[in-house]
């Protein structure tokens, strides 16, 4: 399941990980969730460097898949109008990166089998990040 960093930011994902990252779109900016199939066919046929999910982050809320980071956006003037706006973004880019450095780890690619196993518990995906991502978690092996 792992990937290069640089295939992950250039190149098609697969499905799983591209319901991965929509799955943090809809826990953390309220994505629709009517969107999904539509972002998951655009992240998986080819390079898709931006994708407008909008959600709470308004009209500008879009998905990024460059500079060698995932992020989200929103326009900054909408940003200025509703601060909480600007939490929302941090709490997404934080999960965004925790979840391609799971992806994009070739020396534990166990922690995808931890997210993974967590997510089908029913955990957020924060939840399933944090314990996929944690040292300290002993987990036994499957």
């Known amino acids: 399941m792992t990937a290069t960093t640089h295939d992950l930011i250039r190149g ?3 499905i799983e990980q591209a319901n991965a990252v929509f799955d943090v779109l809809v826990e953390v ?3 629709p969730v009517g ?3 539509n972002f998951v066919h655009a992240q998986t046929t080819g390079h898709c460097s931006e994708y407008r999910f909008q959600g709470v982050l308004g009209f500008g809320g879009k998905f990024w898949r460059s500079s060698n980071r995932w992020y989200v956006t929103a326009y900054p003037e909408d940003v200025v109008a509703q601060p909480g706006r600007q939490a929302v ?4 880019d934080g999960l965004l990166n925790k ?4 992806l994009s780890d070739d020396d534990t690619p166990v922690s995808w089998v931890i997210y993974e ?3 089908r518990g029913g955990a957020t995906v ?3 990040l944090r ?3 944690d040292p300290d978690v002993d987990w036994p092996m499957w």
């Open 131 to 133: 314990l996929a991502t």
């Open 35 to 37: 969107m999904r199939d």
């Open 117 to 119: 196993q967590v997510r």
């Open 99 to 102: 979840l391609l450095t799971v």
């Open 126 to 128: 924060a939840e399933a």
């Open 29 to 31: 900016a309220a994505a």
């Open 89 to 92: 973004i941090d709490e997404a």
């Open 12 to 14: 098609a994902l697969t």
